[in-house]
């Protein structure tokens, strides 16, 4: 068992000892797991080369710390709670013994199907209990999952699968959220018209809807569990071997696969799950993020199965049947930690407290929020309407990158101030620094946030391409990781993170590449080029604004067009990616080398034109003035 953090003294003094010496410190978090053979060495790392290895040649499988490691105690405890889209459906509780069943059950399954130890597994599936056995299964036999959240599109999938050579593809016949069905297997089938490398695409009946079964390649899930036993021994893995591929969104148009390893990721997934939430053995854990993302990935599957804890998994939407839902939930199966996203938090709030009223929240000891910026209303909301005044709430700073949180307060321990994610978790040293790479020292700072040493649950590099890793990462400062964060620390020494300083914006928790988005947008027929920005959004966090030159317009004028480019967004990335302003414009602003001054987009989609700073050295400088008039207004904003 993991050790808890309990009183602020505590963490001083424990975030001191992982600064004087985290070889040690790491060391003994990771004596509390079972390997099956123990590391030589602790840590090799250079931020250079980029090298960063952790407990080398340590050897074990994350599935039998899970399960094996802990089933005398937890074999008849509830791992998975699951709490279906309709109220009205029955949900499900799987035990740590059944769920050992299904996960072993599945890997054979998978075995059959000639995956093996190495081979990449892409999963597209709803928030169903056979995801995180989908996951678990890989895991189990040392196939490298790599989930794709089922809100993409067929081009996104595929150009996923594509890149990381998939053999296997899981998937469901569809989906429900909310009053909507999603047809997945169809976006499946158009995805797979591209992908050569898949043999076989297993498929979960959800909803039973008419689908196509493509002879030879798909099969039902029902069936392919029928035949396979429910005992597989786990893969004895390597600590420095892959255990998953997760994409995400850089400042270029090709996502990137972030790769994870097996023994760190399972140590800091762990640890930073157990202390952040101070989850207690018996509590109900509730995270509303969906396993497509990093967050599901560490804090519904497997920071809290490593911890023994009851998960609970939501497939549905917060608002359905109507904006109570979550409080529902929490009220039906009395949740004790519940962690979701400020996008979530800002819609309900806009939607009226009425809807909190009435709900027995009197379990919840812990609140927590991830993946931008919380505002201050927001956060009051939270403490006074769902918390009820006596809950804390953790606002965790962290990436896909990073595996696991990074910056957060510890519950009840370290006093938080609202929109600070407080202070580093120990083990974690951030740094400021300025445009130049100098460490800003001291207090009252506000800067780049770096970190300059290495933690467990860091990627290791980007699938297929080590030097666009070293690139991304490592190149902005010397012997730092860059986060692409901006942050500040205030004269406490509290970091509050200010948001992306790349060209990546976080739609609703959902972080995307302008350039992907501009991709998209420029396959449109009618359009010659764009530039994508983000605005502040009163609930989304930051909206898309796209400024788009066309080489004609086409019936329906421009109405027509801006339809038709918010359209043609959904279609390529997904729907969430759907611009909310597409404003059509003669021509872009540039340098005289033709780049775009996206300074100057920024500020007028920000509705702040009146100081847009030096434009001489603009090509054209009447363009801004045209740009100005034409500017779009969100009452969002
Ligand atoms: O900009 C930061 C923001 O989300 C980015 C990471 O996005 P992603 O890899 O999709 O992971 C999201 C879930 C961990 C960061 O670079 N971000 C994340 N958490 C916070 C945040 N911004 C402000 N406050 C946070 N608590």
Redesign the pocket.
Known sequence: MVNKIHTLGGYIHEYQKSIANPEQFWAQTAESFYWRAKWDKVLEWDFKGPNVKWFINGKLNITENIFENQLFVQKDVPAIIWEPNDPNEEGKIITYGELFEEVQRFANTLKSLGVGKGDRVAIYMPMIPELTVALLACARIGAIHSVVFAGFSATSLAERIIDAEAKVLLTSDGSYRGLKKIPIKDIVDEALESCKSIEHCVVYKRTGDVISMKEGRDIWWHDAINEVSTQCEAEVMDAEDPLFILY??GSTGKPKG?VHTTGGYMVYSAYTFKNVFQYSIGDVYFCT?DIG???GH?YIVYGPLLCGAQALMFEGVPTWPDPGRFWDIVEKYKVNQFYT??TALRSLLALGAEHVEGKDLSSLKVLG??????NEEAWHWYHDHIGKNRCPIV????????GG?M??PLPGITPTKPSF?TLPLPGIQPVIVDGEGKELLGNSVEGNLCVKYPWPGMLRTLWGDHERFRKTYFSSFDDMYF???GVKRDEDGYYR????VDD?I?VS???LGTAEVENAINEHPLVNESAVVGYPHSIKGQGIYAFVVCTEFSTGGEEGIRTSVKKAVAKLIGPFARPDMVQIVPGLPKTRSGKIMRRILRKIAEGDASNLGDTTTLLDEDIVEVIIKGALVDVKR
């Open positions: 995400t969104s972030i993020a993302w990093i967050t560490s996203a400020p929020t991830v993946g931008e910026p919380i606002d965790t700073w962290w990436q896909t990158e990073t949180v910056i957060s994610a986060t692409g964060d993170i200010l948001g992306r990546v976080n928790g959902h972080r």
